[in-house]
C-alpha cells in the first residue's frame, strides 16, 4: 500500500502558519498591554508620593504659590493619569481582538488536525486489513502447499 498522504496537507500548514502568526502577534499585544499597565502604575505612585509631599508642604507651611505649583503639577499628572488609562482601553481591546483572533486560528487548525486524524485510522485501517489478508494468503498457500 502506498504511503499516507493528507491531500489537505497544505491547508493544514497554512493554517499553522497563520496560528504562529497570530500567537506572535498575541504575545507583541500582551507585551504592550503590559507596558502601559506599568506606566500607569508609575503614574499613580508619582501621584501618591506628590500628594504626601504637598501633605509635607502644607505641615512646614510653604509658601502658597509653591503650594499652586505643585497643586498644578498634580493636576497635571492627574489629566496624565486619565489619558494613560484611554491608552490602555484602546490597547487592551487590541489585545482581545488578537486573542480571538488567536482562538479562531487556534480552532480553524485543529479542524484540520481532527481530520487528519480521520483520514491516518481510515488509512491505518485499510493498511492493517490488507496486511491481514496477506497475511492470511499466506497461511493458506502454506496449508495447500503442506497437503495436509
Known amino acids: ?3 499516507f498522504v493528507f491531500k489537505l496537507e497544505p491547508l493544514y500548514e497554512y493554517r499553522q502558519r ?3 502568526l497570530c500567537q506572535k502577534e ?7 498591554l503590559e507596558e502601559e499597565e506599568t506606566k500607569l502604575q508609575a503614574l499613580k505612585d508619582l501621584h501618591r508620593k506628590s500628594c504626601n509631599e504637598i501633605d509635607d508642604m502644607k505641615e512646614r507651611s510653604e509658601e502658597v504659590k509653591d503650594l499652586h505649583l505643585y ?3 498634580i493636576a497635571g499628572l492627574k489629566r496624565h493619569i486619565d489619558q494613560q488609562g484611554i491608552i490602555i482601553n484602546s490597547v487592551r481591546a487590541a489585545f482581545e481582538k488578537k486573542r480571538s483572533e488567536l482562538l479562531e ?3 480553524s487548525t485543529k479542524v484540520i488536525e481532527v ?3 480521520k ?3 481510515i488509512y491505518n485501517h485499510a493498511l492493517n486489513k490488507e496486511e491481514q489478508k496477506t497475511n492470511d494468503d499466506l497461511v493458506t498457500s502454506r496449508f495447500k502447499r503442506s497437503g495436509v
Open 26 to 32: 498575541f504575545g507583541e499585544a500582551s507585551k504592550k
Open 71 to 73: 497643586y498644578d503639577y
Open 105 to 107: 486560528s487556534t480552532k
Open 119 to 121: 483520514h491516518l485510522d
Open 115 to 117: 481530520i487528519k486524524e
Open 1 to 3: 500500500m502506498n504511503k
Open 18 to 20: 497563520l496560528q504562529e
